[in-house]
């Protein structure tokens, strides 16, 4: 899967197909506002919990297994770019779902589901951190791509229209997608607060 293409997420909403209006299958103004604040309450809390680490701080692992906080953000910072530079323009291009779909139950699995610390899960290969960027660097695509990501969201429109498997959460469509991107921020803030929490994190 590929991390960049030629056009924005913006942009991949006009070109592709999501500016026409199914009046069935696109999300309210309700859930469009919910969505936005989601994304924006996840992003900040990220950001809140991985300012001013120290590089100590950033590479401290509380076991060997187990990922640095700045592993967890370059995870973070990958999956963002993920979505809009490539999932988003494969959302277009996707089947329809089904038409018996019952949104706001999976909209309530993706939200409770997802950040629940208390069922783990394996990242896919490409997902898996590699020291691709600096933390300052990881953190800064992420807030990048969260950027395009809401502006993704808040100017398209169809986003019930079409739907792509994903890896945990099976047929998703364009506005679960998001709020699985969301959800995803929120189980790993919380996985980076744990690992500030260990006893052996450095204190400066």
Not at 23 to 52: H, M, W
């Amino acid at each position: 899967m590929k991390l960049s293409i030629k056009k924005s997420a913006p942009a991949i909403a006009i070109a592709l197909g999501f500016a026409i209006t199914t009046a069935a299958q696109d999300i309210t103004p309700v859930e469009k506002n919910e969505a936005v604040r989601y994304l924006e309450e996840t992003r900040n809390a990220l950001v809140a919990a991985v300012s001013g680490l120290s590089d100590a701080q950033w590479k401290f692992k509380s076991a060997p297994d187990r990922w640095s906080i700045a592993e967890v953000l370059e995870h973070l910072a990958v999956l963002e770019d993920m979505f809009a530079n490539n999932i988003s323009a494969q959302l277009a291009q996707a089947p329809p779902g089904k038409p018996d779909t019952d949104f706001k139950k999976v909209d309530g699995i993706i939200l409770a589901k997802v950040p629940d610390r208390s069922t783990k899960a394996q990242a896919p290969e490409v997902l898996v951190p590699t020291g691709r960027w600096t933390p300052q660097a990881s953190l800064e695509r992420f807030i990048a791509c969260r950027r395009d990501t809401t502006t993704f969201l808040t100017s398209a429109s169809n986003l019930r229209a079409h739907v792509l498997a994903h890896p945990a959460l099976g047929p998703l469509d364009a506005y679960e997608w998001i709020l699985a991107v969301a959800a995803h921020t929120k189980r790993h803030t919380k996985q980076i607060l744990e690992v500030k929490a260990d006893a052996g994190f450095p204190t400066n």
